[in-house]
């Protein structure tokens, strides 16, 4: 499979839609399909980043392609292991350190609905925005932190039983 990450604009159009969903083929080039459900969470996730991102300034990314492209589909891709087959099921326990505007971690919580995750960053304002964020998705099992960044150390402690999400 080629990597549509190369040139994802070019690797397809734009359908505009009420929710401002990508287009199947965008889909079908992750090799992965969300649900409606998981759909509508994401466009609502955009809705619930632009709301935030208006008071606190948490990214750039928030509109049309940005947002599909940059936040969902570039977190989303090196998760594919885990949104296929049988691992796709599976209680995972995942932390995403650095968080900034919820991504990759927002996402994860919504195409691995099992999963619980925390959501860590050292910027109060950032990690009250994405509780806020995750509380109005209703993404059960996400609990953020905020704190300075952990240390390697402190990484390699937990990475026998949390997944390292980073972007």
């Known amino acids: 499979m080629q990597d549509p ?3 994802p ?3 397809h159009r734009m359908v505009p839609t009420a929710a401002s969903t ?3 083929d965008l889909w079908q080039q992750l090799g ?3 649900s409606h459900a998981q759909l509508a969470q994401l466009a609502q996730l955009q809705q619930q980043l632009r709301h935030w991102n208006g ?3 948490l990214t750039r990314l928030v509109e049309g392609e940005d947002y599909w492209i940059a936040q969902v589909f570039d977190s989303l891709w090196p998760l594919l292991p885990l949104l296929r087959g049988p691992a796709a099921e599976a209680p995972l326990e995942l932390i995403d350190v650095g968080t900034g505007g919820g991504f990759p971690g927002l996402a ?3 195409a691995l609905p099992r999963t619980r995750l925390t959501l860590v960053d050292s910027v109060g304002r950032k990690v009250e925005a994405v509780r806020a964020m995750a509380q109005a ?3 059960a099992g ?3 932190a905020a704190g300075e960044p952990l240390s390697p150390s402190q990484i390699k402690r937990h990475l026998g039983r949390l997944g390292l999400l980073a972007r």
Do not use: G, V, Y
Request: hydrophobic residues 40%; aromatic residues 4%; without cysteine.
């Open 5 to 7: 990450r190369k040139n």
């Open 32 to 34: 992965w399909q969300p």
């Open 22 to 24: 990508l287009p199947p």
């Open 137 to 139: 998705l209703a993404a």
């Open 108 to 110: 994860a919580a919504i």
């Open 142 to 144: 996400t609990t953020t």
């Open 55 to 57: 008071q606190r300034n």
């Open 9 to 11: 604009r070019s690797a």
